[in-house]
């Protein structure tokens, strides 16, 4: 049987400081700790449609895909032994101005540094940002025993 895993996409919006925008879970999974904004691949998208769709349902912002970048791949297990394949993408160019629109699952908004990110953010959302600032295209990371994370460039 070949290997199933969740797909998810990130996007990262960077400011002209370098410092870009997570979101504060609300309720459920995480509740209290900041991500990366995005979500799960839907069946039919291609993984930019599928970014690009994530930051406008959770920030209200409007991104052209041809102003996307793909920054980290973070194939991740956690934990439980549940996996997930990670692409996270960045933009410095978007209209609107990114706000909160999923109050029902989102606690607030908070602009941080990549390179030195709040202690509570979600490992997972960490590493893709950690990897994009080390600008490593893919990390693999709760998979080896006894490391964290493997990388390459």
């Known amino acids: 049987m070949p290997f199933q895993s969740t ?37 039919g998208e291609d993984v930019v449609t599928a970014a690009v769709r994530e930051a406008r349902e959770e920030l209200a912002v409007d991104i052209d895909p041809a102003d996307v970048q793909m920054v980290s791949v973070i194939h991740q297990r ?13 933009t410095d160019t978007w209209s609107g101005q990114p706000v909160n629109a999923e109050p029902d699952k989102c606690g607030g908004l908070v602009w941080a540094d990549p390179t030195d990110l709040p202690a509570h953010t979600i490992a997972y959302s960490a590493e893709g940002l950690l990897a994009a600032a ?7 990371y709760g998979w080896a025993d006894g490391q964290d994370h493997i990388t390459f460039g």
């Open 134 to 140: 080390a600008g490593e295209s893919f990390r693999v």
């Open 7 to 43: 797909v998810d996409v990130h996007m990262i919006l960077r400011r002209p400081d370098g410092w870009v925008l997570l979101a504060e879970r609300a309720g459920g999974y995480a509740s209290g700790l900041l991500n990366v904004p995005g979500g799960k691949l839907e069946a």
């Open 78 to 90: 956690n934990p439980d032994g549940e996996t997930r394949v990670g692409f996270f993408f960045a």
